[in-house]
């Protein structure tokens, strides 16, 4: 089956250690989405890629960062994960063209705790 | 500036009735709407979208939608609720011609058997 896939699904780091989330997806989609969602909150959009175009969101703080190596794969890099970045990332793929966006299919997430 | 509004944080409701979980809008345009669900500790799954077309949308779990122009509204109907329904759910607007979605906050659904 097609789907969106987050790994690991529980991510525990300590204060100040670099961490990398990962998503990769078999829907072929050419937009690809990292969510922030804390405790039962709507997800906070960090930034997404429309193929190659990376597009940050203006509030996403600097010590968020990503990657998109290729089509099926992204990456979320958490340089120095405070204890306020401790939340549940959400990836997100859909297909856009023609100036059309069609819908967005969310992976599992990972839950991420800083110590 | 676009938003969506969820007026109700709770929805408690008994297993076999009628369940709706409203859903209002404010974004310029015709927008997409769309409602996901969310289980504890899982992602957003997507239950149904209006693009155009029939005002009365129907998705996946027996779950509809009915959209309102006049009003802004989407809200998310169910002719008979089941405990497997307790879950929190979100309404969601895309803008024509954007790529990204406006979130409501949330309702959370609370099915008693």
């Known amino acids: 089956d097609a789907m969106v896939i987050q790994n690991p699904r529980y991510q525990v780091t300590q204060f100040g250690k670099p961490v990398t989330l990962s998503c990769s997806q078999t829907?072929?989609?050419?937009?690809m989405y990292w969510y922030q969602q804390k405790s039962s909150q709507a997800p906070k959009l960090l930034f997404h890629?429309?193929?190659?175009?990376?597009?940050n969101e203006a509030d996403t703080p600097d010590n968020f960062q990503s990657r998109r190596p290729n089509t099926s794969f992204c990456f979320l890099d958490i340089r120095s994960p405070g204890l306020g970045d401790a939340a549940m990332y959400l990836c997100?793929?859909?297909?856009?063209?023609?100036?059309?966006?069609?819908?967005?299919?969310f992976g599992p997430g990972t839950r991420l705790t800083v110590l | 500036a676009q938003s969506v509004a969820q007026p109700e944080d709770q929805v408690n409701v008994a297993e076999g009735n009628p369940l709706t979980v409203k859903c209002t809008y404010s974004?310029?345009?015709?927008?997409?709407l769309f409602w996901y669900v969310q289980y504890p500790n899982r992602g957003l799954q997507f239950l149904l979208k209006?693009?155009?077309?029939?005002?009365l949308v129907k998705g996946s779990y027996g779950f509809e939608a009915e959209f309102n122009k006049s009003q802004t509204s989407f809200h998310l109907k169910k002719p008979s609720a089941l405990v497997s329904d307790s879950a929190l759910y979100f309404c969601?607007?895309?803008?024509?011609?954007?790529?990204?979605?406006?979130f409501g906050k949330g309702t959370m659904l609370l099915v008693s058997p």
């Open positions: 997100a793929t859909s297909r856009e063209s023609s100036g059309r966006t069609d819908t967005q299919y």
């Open positions: 829907l072929n989609h050419n937009v």
């Open positions: 890629y429309y193929d190659k175009d990376f597009n």
């Open positions: 974004v310029s345009g015709n927008p997409y």
């Open positions: 209006y693009i155009t077309g029939d005002n």
């Open positions: 969601a607007v895309l803008r024509r011609g954007y790529s990204t979605l406006t």
